[in-house]
Nanobody, 117 residues
Framework: QVQLVESGGGLVQPGGSLRLSCAAS????????MGWYRQAPGKQRELVAAISSGGSTNYADSVKGRFTISRDNAKNTVYLQMNSLKPEDTAVYYC???????????WGQGAQVTVSS
């Protein structure tokens, strides 16, 4: 059974920081590309950041320079360090695992991030 469990969400003031974690089980973590997506109320889900199995990263323009994605294959965990948070970063953040050769995609349950004073 595949599980992606996010943690680390919460309420933070503008300019603050949070670190999201996503612990994976039931998959061969090291071969999966991992990503973080977010969905704000009334908006479509969008890609925030992704990291390939080889460690290459890409980011949405809106978070470049503020967010950092990383992975620890020994712990089967992917992280999203979020700095200089803005109210527009408020959303539910979802962890994603994708293995394209076999068309396998898995999602976590989501973690709420609220940026407000």
């Amino acid at each position: 059974q595949v599980q992606l469990v996010e943690s680390g969400g919460g309420l933070v003031q503008p300019g603050g920081s949070l670190r999201l974690s996503c612990a994976a089980s039931g998959i061969r973590f090291s071969i999966y590309a991992m990503g973080w997506y977010r969905q704000a109320p009334g908006k479509q889900r969008e890609l925030v950041a992704a990291i390939s199995s080889g460690g290459s990263t890409n980011y949405a323009d809106s978070v470049k320079g503020r967010f950092t994605i990383s992975r620890d294959n020994a712990k089967n965990t992917v992280y999203l360090q979020m700095n200089s948070l803005k109210p527009e970063d408020t959303a539910v953040y979802y962890c994603n695992a994708e293995y394209r050769p076999a068309s396998r995609v898995h999602w976590g349950q989501g973690a709420q991030v609220t940026v407000s004073s």
